[in-house]
């Protein structure tokens, strides 16, 4: 059996038709298969290869991190220099009660971590989520997913959950002093690309303080520069009370973290002792290659061109069988007539060189969310692919 063949019987499946692409290599903005064919990347992973595939920076980290060691203990007992110092640089980049760091192996464990934290913190049994969001596929996580479709076969979920809708000011009403968190993703990703009202994040802040109820921003999507700021909350003018990251905080290795302030954190420590607890969570190996990411997006100033490459896709992705683009940054939805003519786009755009692909709540949208170096030339080129494949389908 080849690969592919082995890959279809020995690894499990989470669709009946996996892309089923074989890439033997990566670089930059660009993808190659076994035959040698390359991909121009639109999707990054998913919103993870920020700086790119294999960014030097990053492979020189991981390289040299793992010649000095790799799992010690388990997390929060030893000083380990590559959490220490990619802690010290986030927070140093965000307000400053967000001060202190939790990190985890993946964005859903992140998402746990932050609700159970709001609980154990406010002493409140409720958390209210958002219809359209995705935060991931553990139990708690699944258990706040905004679509019935995804929840509903894998019931009993988590008690004390209320789905609200996005901008949506009455639903608000619903948020009281048994509520311990509202979390929300910043611009709803899977949703396909919704980007807040400003006067009703700002309702949905005022409303958290005044209930006193902590408000979860998850930023696992959108921030680390896609958004077009470092964090998409400073666009919006508000602060959580919590802010999850993950996809691109590990710079292509897998790595999450909860962010809140040593006050909120403290409450994990003691009534249980040992409240939230990993073997594997900030891996010393992760952190140096997210430290590095993180480096190289600043170092080079990723961010600062996001806007006005967005701009330029926009610009470019005019046909008339696009019904609409949503984006902010670079995270846009394309939206077209129905998931047929979607899948159709996508399969020819992936067969001319270009990989995209659908979002789990708006399958009628192609995603672009690619890595933030993509150049004027590549957009242009990408955009030229997704108006051909329109003008032929
Ligand atoms: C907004 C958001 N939150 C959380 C998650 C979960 O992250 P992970 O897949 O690393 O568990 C995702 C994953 O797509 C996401 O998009």
Redesign the pocket.
Known sequence: MNNRQLFLQHVAQTTDAPLALEIVKAAGMYMWDADGKQYLDLIAG??VCNVGHCHPAVVTAIQEQAQQYMHLLVYGEFVQSPQVSYAKLLTDHLPDHLNCVYFTN??????EGAMKLAKRYTGRPEIAAFNR??????QG?LSILGDEYFRNAYRPLLPGIQHLEYNNFESLELITVNTAAVIA?SVQ??GGVIVPQREWIHALRNKCTATGTLLIL?????GLGRNGTLWAFQQHGIEPDIL?L??ALGGGM?L?AFISSKEIMWSLTHAPILGHITTFGGHPVNCAAGKAAFQALLNENLVKDVNAKGALFLQHLKHPRIKAVRSLGLMMAVQLESFEVNKKTIDYCIAHGVLTDWFLFASDCMRIAPPLLITEEQIIEACKVICEALDQI
């Open positions: 998913i919103s993946s964005g859903a464990e992140a998402v969001s995705y935060h991931g596929s553990t996580a993703e990703a899977e998850d930023e696992v999507q959108c999850i993950g996809k897998p999450g």
